[in-house]
């Protein structure tokens, strides 16, 4: 494929953009690859580009049942941090980030990635002190954040409220190299790439079953006929008990909607993301103007993608408070996507009891900021039988009781 460049782009001006080629090809499926990766969000892509860039596999199909980047990849508020609390997080989370910083030039594709700034308020006695040990862990882990005073939180977003009568800020969690992408930029660069090293990405076409020979893997039933391969892996976010099931095994997985909304466009208001945890509530502001408000999980099991009313408005609610001025605002438009909760709320990348089978999943509510790094680790498990960023979220740990426990440790895994 051409490369886009600054040059391609005066080019295809002066001949009317007609010289476009499309970004990525739609092959019919053949009948057998090495690799299938079920699941072309940003996850099960960024897995398929890493197989073939680090580890020389391009015999790879990506199959998805709608568009590509159309799950919770294309859903999501784009927050990206690494200040997480458990070493085994800030390890792969921090090497995402790191990915992150390189990504547009690594896939050759736009992928708007934002380093504007990260703060995490503690708005109460318990989050003050809770965060400042996560400084401190960061600051062995060597992930660079810092705890951050009231005057200094008001420096860096005037539009906030510290003096809250409920809820006033005593300080922030603050990581600079935080901030957000274009979250179907993700998901496309990464597409275009694997399309390029020759691999098929197969969209409108849903996996309805998983073949098996004795312990091992066989291959797929899809819409489209059956596909066979030596190795499978299962990256399909909300939909993972269902493929475990089809597999013949169980996760410890629960599916739950998580929804945003968006505030008309207004002018440049807040330059740093602000996650508010205690009222539930994180804000950012697009590049179209938009307020990008996020809240928290529906309390209850379901595969809707739309979100329960009350939290619009218990958030938004919440949110006024800290942030006057959001109170004149209308509210554009909401949406949900379907996230896939642990225990621990940490992922599992892991071997599975079906040989040739990996699973990739319960990223929950926080997995667009781990595409690219959980996709490193991901293919260096299916290519190399092992990989360090991995290894401590296989599915073991549920059985021996070894989690990493983020929700305790942070409240919120956002
Ligand atoms: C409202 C919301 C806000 C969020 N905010 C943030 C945030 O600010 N920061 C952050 O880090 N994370 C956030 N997340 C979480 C993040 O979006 C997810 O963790 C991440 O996108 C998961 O990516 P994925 O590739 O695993 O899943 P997905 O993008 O959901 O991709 C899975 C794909 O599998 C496909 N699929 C399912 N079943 C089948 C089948 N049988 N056959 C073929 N294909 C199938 C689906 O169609 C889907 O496209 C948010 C999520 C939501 C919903």
């Known amino acids: 494929m051409k490369r886009y460049s600054m040059f391609a782009v005066a080019r295809e001006a002066m001949r009317y953009h007609a ?115 996560t400084v401190h862990a960061n600051g062995l882990q060597g992930v660079s954040t810092q705890w951050i005073t009231p005057e200094r939180v008001k420096e860096l977003v005037p539009i906030l409220n510290i003096d809250g009568p409920r809820y006033p800020v005593l300080g922030a969690l603050y990581q600079e190299r935080g901030g957000t992408a274009r979250h179907d930029a993700v998901a496309w ?28 893997v066989a291959g797929v039933t899809t819409t489209r006929g059956e596909i066979d391969c030596e190795q499978l892996a299962i990256v399909v976010a909300g939909h993972s008990s269902v493929l475990a099931e089809m597999a013949g095994f169980r996760l410890p997985i629960e599916s739950v909607a998580l929804q945003a909304w968006v505030s008309e466009p207004i002018k440049p208001a807040i330059d740093v993301v602000v996650m508010a945890n205690l009222v539930h509530g994180y804000l950012s502001q697009s590049d179209k103007g938009e307020l990008v408000i996020g809240g928290g999980t529906d309390g209850f099991n379901n595969y809707t993608q739309r979100g329960s009313w009350h939290h619009v408005e218990e958030t938004t609610r919440a949110l006024v408070e800290t942030f006057p001025i959001i109170s004149r605002l209308k509210m554009l438009r909401q949406w949900g996507g379907i996230v896939d909760m642990t225990g621990d709320r940490s992922p599992i990348l892991s071997k599975t009891p079906v040989e040739g089978i990996f699973v990739n999943c319960g990223w929950g509510t926080g997995g667009f900021k781990s595409i ?20 401590e979220f296989n599915l073991n740990r549920f059985k021996e009781g070894r989690f990493i426990d983020e929700s305790v440790a942070a409240g919120v895994a956002h």
């Open 19 to 133: 010289g476009w080629e499309r970004a990525w090809r739609s092959p019919e499926p053949k009948k057998r690859y090495k690799v299938i990766v079920v699941g072309a969000g940003g996850h099960g892509l960024a897995t398929a580009y890493y197989l073939g860039k680090v580890h020389g596999i391009t015999d790879v199909a990506v199959i998805e049942k709608g568009w590509l980047g159309g799950g919770n990849t294309g859903r999501n508020t784009t927050i990206i941090r690494s200040n997480y609390l458990q070493d085994a997080s800030a390890a792969i989370f921090d090497k995402a980030l790191q990915l992150y910083e390189g990504l547009s030039r690594d896939l050759n594709y736009n992928v708007m990635f934002s380093p504007r700034g990260l703060l995490m308020l503690a708005q109460s006695e318990h989050e003050r002190r809770g965060y400042q040990r």
């Open 372 to 391: 690219p790094g959980s996709g490193f680790a991901m293919a260096e498990l299916i290519a190399c039988g092992y990989s360090p960023l991995a290894a």
């Open 189 to 216: 660069g990464y597409a275009r790439a694997c399309s390029n090293m020759g691999m098929d990405i197969i969209q409108q076409t849903e996996v309805t079953g998983i073949r098996r020979q004795g312990d091992k």
